[in-house]
């Protein structure tokens, strides 16, 4: 892996977060409304004057550049700035709501990552009617909304077999991951489906290989040959697909939070929304980005790693 190749990454790292800030930052400067009404109660006739004096203090009549530089800038040095609804700093908000969504995720692409290559590597190995079940598993899988799951688990593990807390993250290891498993499965499940799929078709490839066939013409064991020549050549793909996973479990953490009741990143920004709580929805909208664009980053820097061709195959 060429040192060109990692810096061409980490460019486009900062590029992509840069222009997603600009993005957020014009999204949220076009929508309607006035969020200084919302720190004088939403009074129908406010002074003008208390109007002008919070436009002032929050930056909201700066020009796009301006406002855009004085937000980015503070984020930089790790001012996010003041909450307009919750009266306090967003970088206290998000410190004490990370936790719960960071351990979703994790325990969301725990799932992801080995139920999904498990049963794509199944399907491939075996083929016939386990192939069959397991390919049209996670086909459907694939096509059922984070939402969707999350009312039918709910349904069947908390109303008809109350198996399974639903509301809140709980305490302590067990109780958190009791609390955290439902909402866990709704947002890995598609994913799983995917990682499925894409895991099924490696090895397929891998077994169809020339490679694979002389290392079996020459006696090779079969346990061998699988680990050695199948698996091993299979896990490029797969690794990159399980990465994109990971990252994509981000951006749908909200719908199961919501639906679970967990106060998490995800949670916050949706009300924080709702109140145009404009200094909130974008600290927390652009660490969604720079946590899914780290991901993937690293997921081309060890995919590079793990095959040489790759890199030389970007950097050209």
């Not at 399907?123 to 390919?135: D, F, M, P, Q």
């Not at 690794?239 to 967990?262: D, H, K, N, P, R």
Request: proline share 4%.
């Amino acid at each position: 892996m060429s040192p060109s190749f990692v810096a061409g990454r980490i460019a486009t790292l900062a590029v992509t977060v840069v222009i997603a800030g600009l993005a957020i930052h014009g999204a949220l400067m076009l929508a309607p409304g006035d969020p200084a009404t919302l720190l004088v109660g939403g009074a129908r006739k406010p002074d003008p004057a208390v109007l002008a004096r919070i436009h002032r203090d929050y930056h909201l009549d700066d020009p796009f550049l301006q406002g855009w530089w004085h937000w980015f800038s503070g984020c930089l040095h790790g001012d996010f700035g003041k909450s307009l609804v919750y009266r306090d700093s967003v970088g206290h908000l998000i410190g004490s709501r990370a936790g719960d969504t960071f351990a979703l995720v994790g325990y969301a692409a725990v799932l992801v990552i080995v139920l999904g290559t498990a049963a794509g590597t199944l399907a491939a190995l075996r083929g016939g009617r386990t192939e069959a079940l397991v390919t049209t598993a996670t086909a459907s899988a694939m096509a059922v909304p984070t939402f969707i799951m999350a009312v039918l688990l709910i349904w069947v593990f908390a109303v008809q077999l109350p198996w399974f807390p639903v509301y809140g993250t709980g305490s302590g290891f067990t109780g958190t991951l009791a609390h955290l498993t439902l909402p866990a499965i709704a947002l890995a499940v598609s994913w799983i489906g995917y990682v499925a799929q894409v895991t099924r078709a490696a090895v397929r490839a891998e077994l169809r290989a020339e490679h694979v066939e002389t290392a079996r013409s020459r006696g090779v064991p079969e346990s061998v040959v699988i680990r050695r020549h199948v698996l091993r050549n299979a896990s490029g793909p797969v690794f990159a697909v399980s990465g994109v996973g990971v990252a994509g479990l981000i951006a749908t953490t909200a719908v199961a939070e919501q639906a679970f009741g967990i106060g998490g990143l995800g949670a916050l920004m949706i009300d924080a929304a709702a109140k145009q709580d404009l200094a909130v929805v974008q600290a927390v909208s652009l660490l969604f980005v720079v946590v899914f664009v780290v991901v993937n980053t690293l997921v081309d820097l060890v995919g590079a790693a793990l095959d040489p061709r790759s890199a030389r195959k970007g950097s050209r």
